[in-house]
Structures are given as C-alpha cells and as structure tokens.
C-alpha cells in the first residue's frame, strides 16, 4: 500500500492521510503503518533473489526506493552492512523529515554516508530533486551528505565505488506498495520507467521491481482486516468504486489503536490505476529494458464469498513475513511459467505479482 502524511502525492507519493485527532500530529500515524503494514525484509529478500537470479554476476551493493515515504525499505537495506548503499525518493517533505528523524536513526553515524533522502518527483530525474539533511547532521548536512566515504564495498573491505550516495547507479530501483499504480497514464509511466533505466548501472546491468495486483478480487467493493504476522499488529483495507473503462479505483487503509478509552483512528487513502501485467511489461520494453519476468501468487482471501467482506492473516500487503530477511515469505510468489494448474485457477480470481525488468550490462 503505502505510507505518506501530506497531499502532494500526484506523482510523488502513494495516499494522502487524515486522522480524527487533529491535534496529534507526531508522526504516530508513519510508526503504526510501518508496523501494521510494511514488511520490509520479505520485500528484500525477494529482490536480492532476483538481483541474484536474473543479474548474478556481482552483490548487489546499491538500492533506491521510489515512492519512498519515510524510507523504510532503504533504511532497512543499508542494515545489512556498511558496504550497502540505499536512495530513497518521494514528494512529501514531512514525512521524508521523519524518516530522516526515525529510521535515519537504525543506522547511527553511519547514516550520511549510506543513505541519501530526496524530495523530488518521480517522473524527473532524481539528481534534480532536494537533498534532506538528517536532523543530528546540523545545516551542513547536505554538504557533508553529498559526498561518500571509503566505506566497505563488500565483506571483504575491498574500496567502495566513489562518489555520492545519490549519484551512485543503482543494482536495485524498486517501486513498491503498488506506486507505480500512482501514474494513471502510459505516457507518465513511461516517461518514469525511462528515468528508471537511466539511473540502473549500465555496466553492470541492474533490475527494476515493482508490485502490482488485479482479478475480480481487486476490482469489486471490498473491506478486508488484514493481520501483520511479524508485529501482531493490524489494519483494514477498504477498495470501492473500480471503473472498468479508466481502471481506476479507491482504497483506504485504516489504522485504530487505543488511548485509554479513545480510539485514534488513522487513514491513508489510494486513488490508483489499475495496471495490467501485459501493459507493464509493454511500457517496460519501451523504455529500454531487455527482459521482464513476473512472479504471482493468487490473493489469499480471493475466494472469500461473504458480500464483500473477507479475512486474511498473510502479513503485511500481500508477502508473509518472518524475523529472517533470507527466508521472509519466500515460497509465497513463484515464476509465472511455474505455477501449478490448481493455483492458475485461483489466479483467475485474484492475484499479486512482482515484474521484474532487466537491463542488461551495455558494451563498452
């Protein structure tokens, strides 16, 4: 889904938010979506396998999350050792402010040097957007952010690429929680995939990863209680009003907890297109990449025939989580070409699937 606390999100950032408490504006809301909903470790897990299956000659080192909100997936991804380096970009500055703040924090001092936060539109090219300093670093922090240390490349200590962090090309550009749902026409998608294969190590090559969903099951009226199996912690999805002809469609993530006896309740509201894998993965060639792949899985609660109203204790979005990045939901999404007859049935109902797009090493 998604994570963001301000209306700017045309092209930058997943929902708009509202609460009922309007004096409480601590950023409450980004920590209990990022427990109730995210599942960082799972979603990195599957893209090292991918990086992995598709590119494999060489770790992947450096990783930008577009439509970033408070960062957590790139904060995430550089605590798995100095050597690794992380983007993240989004449009809404305050909660980039508080991913600087909060998960810019798991990395201690090592924060500047790893991670670059950036306000800026997706569908530009990311070295025109706004560098946000981290809070401890002071008014210098963008100098001192802009440039990299010697760090570790690599378990071995061999020397790490030079340069910025945000300059650096990337192995890894990924656009979860369903952003690229937030371009509502070819021509925007397009013209932010191109700015995504530009930003990929031409050298090297690197893979794009976005997540997308469809079938009946998305795109009927739909209230769904959903459970995040490595926090305990939950929320409601709620989908209404699909139009066949724009593929557009509505969804609100709720979050409630108790104060005492007063309930706050926190929503985060979607305005999406519904993208189909063909369309994708069309635009993808366009762009310059040189081979898609799609693992699916069938939605788990598709087949739910209650009006309208289903359960679902698979975790946060659509991949189960575990405390392990290695073996977070890992049998979940299978390579379409090896899905069984039994689950291509249940894919006619409902299904969640990563693309992977490909950009091969260029010659010289």
Not at 89 to 115: F, I, V
Not at 243 to 251: F, I
């Amino acid at each position: 889904m998604g994570k963001k606390g301000g209306k700017k999100n045309a092209i930058g950032r997943n929902p708009g938010s509202d609460h009922d408490l309007v004096e409480d504006d601590s950023g409450r809301r980004h920590e209990l979506y990022q427990q109730a909903v995210q599942s960082p470790r799972g979603d990195l897990s599957y893209c090292r396998k991918f990086h992995q299956t598709y590119i494999g000659s060489h770790e992947p080192r450096h990783l930008r999350e577009d439509f970033c909100g408070t960062a957590l997936l790139a904060a995430t991804w550089c605590r798995g050792g100095v050597f690794r380096s992380a983007v993240g970009l989004d449009l809404d500055r305050p909660t980039l402010d508080w991913g600087a703040r909060h998960n810019g924090e798991m990395l201690g001092g090592s924060a500047q040097h790893q991670l670059a936060l950036l306000e800026g539109n997706v569908l530009d090219p990311a070295d025109s957007a706004l560098l946000v300093p981290f809070p401890e670093a002071g008014p210098e922090a963008s100098d001192s952010q802009s440039s990299a240390s010697d760090e570790s490349d690599g378990e071995g200590g061999a020397p790490a690429r030079r340069g910025s962090v945000r300059s650096r090309p990337c192995d890894i550009v990924c656009a979860l929680n369903f952003g690229v749902c937030l371009l509502h026409t070819r021509t925007r998608l397009l013209r932010y995939l191109r700015h995504v294969a530009a930003a990929l190590d031409q050298a090297r090559g690197g893979i794009f990863v976005a997540d997308l969903l469809g079938g009946p099951a998305a795109e009927r009226d739909l209230t769904l209680p959903r459970h995040n199996s490595t926090t305990g912690l939950g929320y409601t999805w709620v989908q209404s009003g699909f139009d066949p002809v724009t593929r557009r469609m509505t969804g609100t993530i709720r979050l409630r907890e108790m104060d005492g006896r007063e309930a706050r309740r926190y929503n985060f509201h979607y305005d999406w297109r519904m993208w189909t894998v063909p369309d994708v993965r069309e635009l993808l060639r366009q762009a310059g990449f040189s081979t898609t792949y799609v693992w699916i899985r069938p939605i788990k609660d598709a087949s739910a025939g209650d009006g309208g109203r289903a359960s679902d204790t698979s975790g946060s979005q659509e991949a189960s989580a575990s405390d392990s990045e290695e073996s977070e939901g890992e049998a979940d999404f299978q390579p379409h070409e090896d899905i069984d007859p039994e689950a291509r049935q249940r894919l006619q109902r409902g299904w969640s699937a990563y693309i992977v797009a490909v950009l091969a090493p260029q010659p010289g």
